[in-house]
C-alpha cells in the first residue's frame, strides 16, 4: 500500500470511528436532574444531577466519550491500536463499552481491591482486566502495557482536564444550568462533586467562570485524600504510604495532573464512615441505591445547607448522583464488609436521615 493509500484508509477509519461516537451520542437522552425537597430546609432546594442513566452507569460515560474522540482526533489511536486506561472501575467500564463499538481491544489496569460487579461490567463490555495489588503503580503499569502492545494507554488522570469541551457542548455544566432554568432559583448558589481525576470539578468550575455566574463550587473530598490538603497547601503533593479511602473513583493518593485547585471555591473533607451512612440514608429516601462517592456528596451538602439556613438564606445547590448502587452490593452494601474495616456508619446514617427526611 502507498502512503497516500495508507493515509485515506487511516482517515476514512477515523471519520467511521467519530461518526459512531457520535450517532450513539445522538440516540441517547440526556441525564436526569431529580429534584429532593427537603422538609426541614422548605427555602433550599437541592437537586441530584443523576448521572447513573447513561447507557453504562455513571458519570464516567461522559468522560470517556471524550477522551477517546480526543484520541481519535489526535490520531493517537487507530483500528489495530489496543487501548489501555488506569482506572478504579468506573471509567474504564465506559471505555470498554467504546472501545467494543470502534471494534477495538480494551485493557483496564485496575487496584486489586476493585469491586467485582465493576470487574464483571468492564468484561460484559468486551474489556479486559489486569490487577496491580498497590494502587499507587497502575500508571506505571499501564505505560508498560501500552508499549508491550504498542497501543495507546488513555491515560484519564492526564486528560480528563483537557478532553471535555468545558465551554459548552452538553458538558455536564452546560446540562445542569440548562435543566436549573425554571426553578425557583435557576442559579445555583452551589454546585458539589467529587474529585477522582478533577476532570468533573475543572469542567464546572471553568463553565460557571465563563457563564459570570454567581454559583460556587464545593469539592467533597475523602479525608484519606491529597485533594482537600493540597487545595489548602500547595506544597502537599502525595499522601502517606498506607492512608487510603474505602470510597471508589474519588479521593486520590497523589496529586492528579487534571485536578485545577484555583477553579474550586470550597473543599470538605468527609470521613469515610459519613459519605456510607449518607449514601445509605439517600438510598432509602430515592427507594433505590446510589453509590458511595454520592454519599460523600450528600454529607458536603448537608454541611452547606445547614449554613445557608443558619444564615437565613434561600437557594438551590446541586450536586451529583455519581453512580447507582449495584456495584457495591458485596461492599458499601455488606454490614460485616463494613465492619471488619471498622467503618461505623449507623450515627451518620441516622443524621442525614434526619436531614433528607425531616
Ligand atoms: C464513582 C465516581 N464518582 C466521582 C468521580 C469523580 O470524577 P472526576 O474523575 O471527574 O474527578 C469518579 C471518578 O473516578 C467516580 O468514579
Redesign the pocket.
Known amino acids: 500500500m502507498t502512503a497516500d493509500s495508507s493515509d485515506t484508509v487511516a482517515r476514512a477509519w477515523r471519520a467511521e470511528a467519530v461518526r459512531r461516537i457520535e450517532a450513539d451520542y445522538n440516540r441517547s437522552a440526556d441525564t436526569h436532574l431529580i429534584r429532593l425537597d427537603l422538609p426541614r430546609y422548605p427555602q433550599i432546594k437541592l437537586y441530584l444531577k443523576d448521572e447513573s442513566s447513561h447507557p453504562t452507569g455513571?458519570?464516567?460515560h461522559r468522560?470517556a466519550r471524550s477522551l477517546f474522540l480526543y484520541a481519535l482526533c489526535n490520531a493517537w489511536i487507530g483500528p489495530d491500536t489496543c487501548v489501555i486506561e488506569a482506572?478504579?472501575?468506573?471509567?474504564a467500564v465506559s471505555e470498554a463499552y467504546f472501545a467494543r463499538m470502534l471494534g477495538l481491544r480494551f485493557i483496564a489496569v485496575v487496584p486489586a481491591t476493585t469491586a467485582a460487579p465493576k470487574l464483571d461490567a468492564i468484561r460484559f463490555h468486551g474489556g479486559e482486566i489486569h490487577t496491580v495489588d498497590d494502587p499507587r503503580t497502575v500508571y506505571d503499569v499501564a505505560h508498560r502495557l501500552a508499549r508491550e502492545t504498542g497501543g495507546h494507554y488513555l491515560d484519564?488522570f492526564t486528560y480528563?482536564e483537557r478532553a471535555t469541551d468545558w465551554r459548552g457542548n452538553n458538558n455536564i455544566a452546560e446540562s445542569i444550568f440548562a435543566q436549573m432554568s425554571a426553578e425557583e432559583y435557576p442559579v445555583p448558589a452551589w454546585v458539589v462533586?467529587?474529585?477522582?481525576?478533577?476532570?468533573?470539578?475543572?469542567?464546572i468550575g471553568r463553565y460557571i467562570a465563563y457563564q459570570r455566574h454567581t454559583t460556587r463550587l464545593c469539592v467533597a473530598d475523602p479525608v484519606h485524600s491529597i485533594f482537600h490538603r493540597h487545595f489548602a497547601d500547595r506544597n502537599a503533593i502525595a499522601l502517606p504510604e498506607g492512608c487510603a479511602s474505602c470510597i471508589?473513583?474519588?479521593g486520590r493518593p497523589r496529586v492528579?495532573p487534571?485536578?485545577i485547585p484555583s477553579v474550586i471555591d470550597r473543599m470538605i473533607a468527609v470521613e469515610d464512615a459519613q459519605s456510607i451512612g449518607a449514601m445509605r440514608a439517600l438510598s432509602r429516601r430515592l427507594g433505590r441505591k446510589v453509590?458511595?462517592?454520592?454519599g460523600t456528596n450528600l454529607v458536603a451538602c448537608a454541611k452547606l445547607i445547614e449554613e445557608m439556613s443558619t444564615r437565613g438564606e434561600q437557594g438551590s445547590i446541586v450536586t451529583?448522583l455519581?453512580?447507582g448502587g449495584e456495584r457495591y452490593g458485596c461492599t458499601y452494601y455488606d454490614d460485616s464488609w463494613l465492619s471488619e474495616r471498622g467503618v461505623d456508619w449507623q450515627t451518620h446514617e441516622s443524621a442525614i436521615d434526619r436531614f433528607v427526611s425531616g
Open positions: 455513571s458519570l464516567k468522560l482506572s478504579s472501575g468506573s471509567t484519564q480528563a462533586c467529587g474529585a477522582g481525576t478533577g476532570g468533573t470539578s475543572a469542567t471508589e473513583g474519588i492528579e487534571s485536578f453509590g458511595g462517592s454520592t451529583i455519581c453512580d
